[in-house]
């Protein structure tokens, strides 16, 4: 099983980008955003389930998104008026337990990881 993180780059304050999570192997029930910004612990971002239901973490609810494609097996993170905040390394996190929405802010309740995606947000 693997966790394959893409779509990070360098992008202008307001600008947008949409980060990809591809999972190989099977489907989990539950996926998540997190990101580590330098010198900062890792905080969470968003997260789905795969039949439904959001959350997002305060700072960036209105301005990412968080979907999944069932047929890709997929899971984006849509990223607009992004800020130089936003700076970090991204990372896609997925587990096969049924959690509450709520209880997918949490690292620990994440078994699988992907690789980090840088994303820089400067002008």
């Known amino acids: 099983v693997q966790l394959q993180a893409s779509g990070g780059g360098l992008v202008q304050p307001g600008g947008s980008l949409r980060l990809s999570c591809a999972a190989s192997g099977r489907t989990f029930s539950s996926y998540g955003w997190f990101r580590q910004a330098p010198g900062k612990e890792r905080e969470f971002v968003a997260a789905?389930?795969?039949?439904?239901?959001?959350n997002y973490a305060d700072g960036v609810k209105g301005r990412f998104t968080i979907s999944r494609d069932k047929a890709e097996n997929t899971v984006y993170l849509q990223m607009n008026s992004l800020k130089p905040e936003d700076t970090a390394v991204y990372y896609c996190?997925?587990?096969?337990?049924?959690?509450?929405?709520?209880?997918?802010?949490?690292?620990?309740?994440?078994?699988?990881w992907g690789q980090g995606t840088l994303v820089t947000v400067s002008s």
């Open positions: 996190a997925a587990d096969s337990r049924t959690w509450v929405i709520s209880a997918l802010t949490l690292e620990n309740h994440y078994d699988n």
């Open positions: 789905i389930r795969w039949r439904g239901g959001t």
